[in-house]
């Protein structure tokens, strides 16, 4: 692959997904690509990218793209964010929300769905409170491959021991030979969808909790400050937004703002009517 | 410094586990059955234990309901670490008391994930 090929490849993949390659990545994109070469029985790199130059095969664009996202994800993952959620987040919206009794929590990065299940179970450990209310989780991502996975709802033994209580392991899976199948009651808690988080997506609605962690650190600043904005949007006057404990939005966007008590937790900055962006995230 | 007893009847498994918690830094020692694991017990009650299901003179069953039935045995956190992977042993062992179970092979990642969750670690801060 020529310097000029790779350059393409990245323009592509920042054009189609937002993720921003920098020019040290050669070595992952040459590791993660060559599996879609011999899928689509392609003779190099430099014969993909000429390729999907070409227009001609929306699928292997589609392979490409998926192959480039990093889907890392395990149950419970950093247990801090579902802490949060079960001390924190859900006694206030059961508090606030008593009169609608109506709940809306979106997973903008799902993958293979543990993050959502891992609320869905929460949820349902808290069902006594919880006596009539609905609720919606909306997990989104955007690969396909992940979302079919994640909603067939098997995971391997590694992916079932990774950051998942054995007390909720056999409460809420089935085990059918060397794999573990989530319940079906858990399943039907989360709706899971195609989602490109470049493109719009106001239509999902408003929502009270939002969680969108480890997935704009592949985002320069400017898409990043536009995502985070259009984020905010879909926010409730109350909402929340969990981005991963890493993550920083000092200088991105004055749109949110951190609780200072809750780390990785942002709220709507008050009065932030049209949020905008900062200077800095757009040079 | 926490200190972890890993009860286990395969010498191979005992160093890997040391391994792994010693750089979860925990002080270790070792056993190679459920019987010489209560005397160690009796000595200095640790406060994390790595216990297999399957050893001669006494297995990890019959140990952990024996601790249990002592109040200072109350103390330990106790993580079953067995290639029994079948649900029934699962449920039967958080029955009988133990805090966790982990499905042998078993990593680092995976031990210290069980260990956060029992606040025996602090998560790492990054995502």
Known sequence: MTEAEFEALRAFLKARSGLSLSADKRYLVESRLGSVCSRFKIESLSHLVREIRSGRSSALEKATVEAMTTNETFFFRDKAPFDLFQDVLLPKYLKERAASRRLRIWCAAASTGQEPYSLAMLLKEAAARMAGWQVEIIASDISTEVLEKAKAGFYNQFEVQRGLPARLLVKYFAQVGDQWQISPEIRSMVDFRYLNLIEDFSRLGTFDIVYCRNVLIYFDAALKADVLRRIANTMAPDGSLLLGASETILGVTDALTLDAAHRGLYTKTSGAGAPRMLASAVR | ?127
């Open chain 2, 1 to 127: 410094m926490n200190h972890c007893l890993i009860v286990d009847d395969s010498r191979v498994i005992r160093k890997v586990s040391r391994q792994i918690v010693e750089s979860l830094s925990f002080r270790v020692s070792e056993a190679e059955n459920g019987e010489v694991g209560l005397l160690a017990c009796q000595a200095e009650m640790p406060d994390l234990i790595l216990l297999d299901w399957n050893m001669p003179v006494m297995d990890g069953y019959t140990f952990l309901t024996r601790l249990r039935a002592t109040p200072e045995g109350q103390h330990p956190v106790v993580v079953f670490c067995t290639t029994e992977n079948d649900v029934q042993y699962i449920t039967r062992a958080l029955n009988a008391g133990a805090n966790e179970y982990i499905m042998k092979p078993f990593d680092k990642g995976i031990l210290a994930a069980k260990l956060e969750g029992l606040g025996l670690l602090t998560a790492p801060t990054a995502g």
